[in-house]
């Protein structure tokens, strides 16, 4: 962390969780991103509608910011071999979890569900002990 900026935290924060709101009164559905897209092509007609208009937004989320203020710098500081078995152990997780932190962290938590909060506490704990061991060279990257 190299800023420390409060007020865009917030902000992103309350429109995450007033989004995360709206899916549940409106639709009665959990803002669950992988599984949003993980069911994008097998759900009902009606169905993928919404889940189409929710990863068009996720997209086109960051266009519309950068018409206001230049987009953060990406660095990405490992192999392109590192990235693909990271992007796939992600993925085998987010199966395994039965979810995502969207889904079990914002969602999940703030329903007070107790599975969340566990598979939150799983994915915390994991991310920790794998920035630990790259950290200290246990692991190659």
Do not use: N
Request: proline share 4%.
């Amino acid at each position: 962390m190299t800023t420390f900026t409060p007020l865009p935290s917030l902000i992103g924060g309350l429109l995450i969780g007033f989004s995360t709101l709206l899916m549940i009164l409106w639709l009665g559905k959990i803002a669950g991103i992988s599984g949003i897209v993980g069911q994008l092509w097998s759900a009902a007609a009606g169905d993928r509608v919404w889940r189409l208009a929710f990863v068009s937004g996720l997209m086109l989320a960051p266009l519309l910011y950068a018409c206001w203020a230049p987009l953060p710098a990406v660095q990405i500081v490992t192999s392109t071999p590192g990235l693909v078995v990271a992007g796939l152990l992600v993925g085998f997780g987010t199966r395994l979890g039965s979810g995502c932190t969207s889904g079990h962290g914002v969602c999940g938590l703030s329903r007070l569900s107790l599975r969340s909060l566990v598979a939150t506490l799983t994915f915390m704990a994991t991310a920790i002990l794998v920035v630990w061991l790259l950290r200290h060279g246990l692991v190659a990257a």
